[in-house]
């Protein structure tokens, strides 16, 4: 039994490094210092990874179009309030797509200037830049909380946070 027990620890380390690399490896290397490859990969795809930009519209009751899809059934929603709901999404996803792009372009940018020697002017600039990306990303976000929200009953939002919140 003791000569085994080394045997079970080695395999067990083994199996855990490669069941670790299998999935670090699907995720795209980023190109940017500042942003970890899951940042890089989440921007890339449009996930929304850096913090919650809808809570605010949450807290207030504007659900996320995307929670009212997954949750359509159980909302009772009709057919065409899917449809607009589902278009909804989709043009948050087309719009995080692009504002990710703009914020890792942004980001190579500030790391080149800082790299090769900048000015303020240029750091004014590329910050702002930043705040822009985000502000627009977020407006989008909120944006389509409000449009989902105009689409929803009172009784299908309280569905969807009871759903949410159970979830």
């Given at each position: 039994m003791l000569k085994t027990l080394p045997l079970l620890i080695l395999i067990l380390l083994f199996y855990s490094v490669v069941n670790a690399q299998a999935v670090d490896s699907t995720l795209k290397k980023s190109t940017v210092k500042t942003l970890t490859d899951v940042e890089y990969n989440a921007l890339l795809k449009g996930e929304g990874i850096f913090g919650n930009q809808a809570l605010v519209?949450?807290?207030?009751?504007?659900?996320?179009?995307?929670?009212?899809?997954?949750?359509?059934?159980?909302?009772?929603?009709?057919?065409?309030?899917?449809?607009?709901?589902t278009?909804?999404?989709?043009?948050?996803?087309?719009?995080?797509?692009?504002?990710?792009?703009?914020?890792?372009?942004?980001?190579?940018?500030?790391?080149?200037?800082?790299?090769?020697?900048?000015?303020?002017?240029?750091?004014?600039?590329?910050?702002?830049?930043?705040?822009?990306?985000?502000?627009?990303?977020?407006?989008a976000i909120l944006i389509a909380c409000y449009n989902t929200w105009k689409l929803l009953s009172p009784q299908q939002i309280k569905k969807l946070e009871a759903l949410q919140n159970h979830n």
């Amino acid at each position: 039994m003791l000569k085994t027990l080394p045997l079970l620890i080695l395999i067990l380390l083994f199996y855990s490094v490669v069941n670790a690399q299998a999935v670090d490896s699907t995720l795209k290397k980023s190109t940017v210092k500042t942003l970890t490859d899951v940042e890089y990969n989440a921007l890339l795809k449009g996930e929304g990874i850096f913090g919650n930009q809808a809570l605010v519209a949450q807290l207030n009751h504007y659900p996320m179009p995307d929670t009212a899809v997954k949750f359509k059934k159980e909302a009772g929603l009709s057919p065409i309030q899917i449809a607009k709901i589902t278009a909804i999404a989709k043009e948050l996803h087309r719009k995080r797509v692009e504002m990710g792009q703009f914020i890792i372009t942004n980001e190579l940018a500030l790391d080149n200037a800082l790299k090769k020697g900048t000015d303020e002017g240029s750091l004014i600039y590329y910050g702002n830049r930043s705040g822009l990306y985000y502000g627009e990303l977020r407006n989008a976000i909120l944006i389509a909380c409000y449009n989902t929200w105009k689409l929803l009953s009172p009784q299908q939002i309280k569905k969807l946070e009871a759903l949410q919140n159970h979830n």
